[in-house]
Each structure stands twice: as C-alpha cells, then as structure tokens.
C-alpha cells in the first residue's frame, strides 16, 4: 500500500455503503478465483512489490480480510503491530505476512469506513493485477465491477491534485473524466493508471500523485 500526505480531517469513504459492499464481495471472490487458478510453481513466484512473492501477497491478502470481518481481530493486529516498533505500516504489514496477515498503510488519518469500504477493496483488487502480471494467469476485468472501481480512484486523485485535466482510461474498466480548463491530458490504460498511482514504477506530473491501495 501507499503512503500519503497527511490531511486535517480523517479521509472518509465516497461510495455508498451498497456499492461498496458490493465491490468488495465481487473482488474477494474473484481474488479467490485467481489463486484457485495458480499452478503449484506459481506460488513461489516474484511481484513486482520488492521482497513478496505471490504465497506472501495471498498471505496479505488473507490478514485484511480477517482485520475486516472481526473487530477482535482488528484491535489485536494494530496492537502487536505497535508492539513491533518502527515504521507502523511496515510492522504491520509484517505481521500479517509472516502470520500470515497484513492491511494497509497510512501516513493520514483515515476513518473506519475508508478502510473498510475503500481500502480493503482497493488492496486485493491491485494484488490481483499483480499476481496476474506474476504468473500470466487471467485478469478478469470488467466494467460493472473494475470500472466503477476505478472511477473512485480517479474521483479521489482528482479531489486530491485539485488541478485542471482531461483523463481518458482505456480498457475495460475505463472511461474519461475532465476538470477545468487548461490542464494535461493523460490518456493511458485504466490499470495502468491504478498502477502508477499506487507507486509502482515511476510517474510524472499528476500521475505522481499517489492515492492509496
């Protein structure tokens, strides 16, 4: 996950409650189809996130998904984690891989609701595409799910950057968004901009704005 710039106010969740809940049992589910489809050689597998293979991204995975269904659960995690020392977002990403279990990082505050309605959505849906790039296995994509998934993604880098743009995603989770007057158009594939985003490989200019995975 990414790290962000601190804000006043504690970040909430945009989405209703409906669609988020929505997004999150569809992604959990075609989270699971993906791992279902891993061939035994796959598991040991490099990502692209340095130091994980993908039984390390399965076990991150799997942590956030307990943090979420169990408030005992949560407070335990946060708590050992803490225990831990340094950065926190490390030692709890730690935590969850070595346990195995994992959830996001933060460097602002963040309300309940944003995690579990955002994040923990966000999260699998990038180790998806990630576990998909790892092994060659398929990347489900569409536009009922992954589109309106990513439209909040955009919607949040917009109100993040607050600059003039013209955004066109290509793919099947696409669609095109513009602000003001003036500003750059960016034109790239829809998980290719969720990619850059979450930090991974290097961006320029408002795609250097990073919004949380």
């Known amino acids: ?26 992604e959990y589910e075609r989270f699971a189809d993906t791992l279902r489809a891993l ?49 926190f977002i490390d030692a709890l990403t730690g935590l969850q891989v070595d346990e195995p279990q994992q959830v996001g990082g933060r460097d602002e505050a963040w309300t309940i609701g944003y995690l ?10 990038m180790h998806r595409a990630d576990i998909a790039r790892a092994t060659g296995t398929a990347h489900v994509l569409t536009a009922e799910h992954d589109g309106v998934l990513v439209a909040d993604v955009a919607a949040e880098w917009a109100a993040r950057h607050g600059q003039p743009y013209t955004l066109r995603l290509t793919g099947p989770a696409g ?39």
């Open 116 to 125: 579990v309605d955002v994040i923990l959505t966000r999260d699998p849906w």
């Open 1 to 26: 996950m990414t790290m962000t710039m601190q804000t006043s106010e504690p970040r909430a969740p945009v989405l209703p409650r409906d669609v988020a809940m929505r997004l999150a049992a569809a």
């Open 39 to 87: 061939r035994p050689g796959d598991w040991t597998r490099p990502t692209e996130c340095p130091g994980w293979d993908v039984r390390a991204m399965a076990a991150h995975a799997l942590g956030m998904v307990e943090m979420a269904a169990s408030v005992r659960e949560n407070y335990r995690q946060l708590r050992l984690a803490r225990r831990r020392g340094g950065v």
């Open 175 to 213: 669609g095109t968004w513009a602000s003001g007057e003036g500003g750059p158009v960016i034109e790239t594939d829809a998980v290719e901009f969720c990619r850059a985003l979450s930090g991974r490989g290097h961006a320029d200019g408002l795609l250097a704005i990073q919004v949380p995975f």
